[in-house]
């Protein structure tokens, strides 16, 4: 399949580990110059960029996805991003377009995981700033990085955004309402780009992962009582949303935008 992705600029934010290590070497892979950020796994991320880099170039000596050389100068980059910072996104976007060209395609996949549910913790009673640190981080972040891309995509009449929520936004999840709540936030934020950037050529997507364990310091109780859960009675695997999010943000996605995919294998959070 024509991807028509070499040489693009990628940022993937939450790039050191997990479905953000696995999306950033999906893109290298494809011969699309990386950028990933991330919040303190400095050395995780600097060998993702070693990864990529050598992604990358085998991809440019086969021909990359469309046969294009590589743009000159870096083809990866790894940069911190706290995503509670208000002035992190810009400053983000800025390093980017200084040492790999300006953001062509830009993967919200970043998080910050929430205090698993206390034993009979209700939405009323868990501690409001947790809330709202929540909605911070998980929302207005991303709202702020989305901001920063959109003049150089529109400037170029080309550019791909995908939003990385959660299958518990269609299930809900008790005693983490303020996670679900602010990923529920960017269903919204997907539904108003799309409407007003598809003209432009700006394609906004939602993908929606269920529990992928791999690299995380999980029991494996947990792991099993995800896959008791999937109708599949498998657990998400990272890999595999990966490959969902890079063709979505691909050329050979022309006219999908507004969507949220489900990739958690039908998973049934607990009532």
Not at 27 to 43: D, K, N, P
Not at 45 to 51: D, F, I, L, T
Request: aromatic share 4%; hydrophobic share 45%.
């Amino acid at each position: 399949m024509e991807l028509g992705l070499a040489g693009k600029v990628v940022l993937v934010t939450g790039g050191s580990s997990g479905i953000g290590r696995e999306t950033a070497l999906a893109f290298a892979a494809e011969g699309a110059r990386v950028a990933l950020t991330y919040h303190t796994g400095q050395e995780a991320a600097g060998k993702v960029v070693a990864e990529a880099e050598s992604l990358h170039g085998s991809a440019v000596v086969a021909g990359g996805a469309n046969g294009s050389p590589a743009r000159s100068g870096r083809v990866a980059v790894a940069v911190p991003l706290d995503l509670a910072d208000p002035a992190g996104p810009a400053a983000v976007v800025d390093r980017v377009r200084r040492e790999l060209g300006p953001v062509e395609v830009l993967v919200n996949n970043a998080v910050r995981w929430p205090s698993w549910p206390a034993p009979g913790e209700l939405f009323e009673t868990a501690p409001a700033d947790r809330f709202t640190e929540s909605v911070q981080a998980n929302l207005v972040g991303p709202y702020l990085l989305a901001r920063a891309v959109l003049a150089d995509m529109r400037a170029q009449g080309w550019g791909r955004v995908v939003n990385v929520s959660t299958g518990l936004v269609a299930d809900g999840f008790p005693g983490n309402v303020s996670y679900v709540a602010a990923k529920a936030g960017l269903h919204g934020l997907t539904k108003v780009m799309s409407r007003e950037l598809a003209a432009t050529g700006i394609l906004t997507n939602v993908v929606m992962p269920g529990f992928a364990p791999e690299g995380k310091p999980v029991p494996e109780s947990m792991i099993e009582q995800a896959r008791a859960a999937a109708a599949t009675r498998e657990v998400t695997r990272a890999d595999e949303v990966a490959r969902l999010i890079v063709f979505l943000c691909s050329a050979a996605n022309t006219n999908i935008t507004g969507e949220a995919v489900r990739a958690d294998g039908h998973f049934l959070t607990p009532a």
